[in-house]
């Protein structure tokens, strides 16, 4: 069996962050739906605080949220990478399951934590969600 690298691994993260991206984009710009590292950047400026809101705004001007939906991209490929290497620990600790059972058993943690940031942004900016 061929060994697989951590540099493989956060590979694939960072592809099915790809894969993620390419799927929601279309959907926001199709049918107003939210797309995570928009919603991101903008909760980061509203809870952001002003002095640093200020630094951005005189170094970055107009394009601060060009700059911050950027930097939220930047979160959710690192995200992604981590999430694969959390992915690759759980399947190393459950030998004899099938690739399916093991994704399986992986799946809760992703969709809890997506649940756990649409709460959150839902709660505190329920006008983001609204489109």
Do not use: C
Request: proline share 5%.
């Amino acid at each position: 069996m061929k060994r697989i690298t951590n540099l493989q691994i956060v590979f694939a993260g960072v592809a099915a962050t790809i894969v993620g991206v390419a799927i929601t984009y279309p959907l926001r710009t199709v049918m107003r739906a939210p797309f995570l590292p928009e919603i991101s950047a903008q909760f980061a400026v509203e809870y952001s605080p002003g002095a640093f809101i200020r630094f951005v705004i005189e170094h970055f001007g107009k394009e601060d949220k060009a700059v911050g939906t950027a930097v939220a991209f930047v979160a959710y490929f690192v995200a992604g990478m981590l999430f694969a290497l959390l992915f690759a620990t759980i399947r190393s600790r459950l030998p004899g399951m099938s690739a399916m059972a093991k994704g399986l058993a992986f799946t809760p943690i992703t969709m809890s934590a997506t649940a756990v940031f649409a709460a959150v942004t839902f709660w505190l900016q329920p006008n983001v969600w609204a489109g």
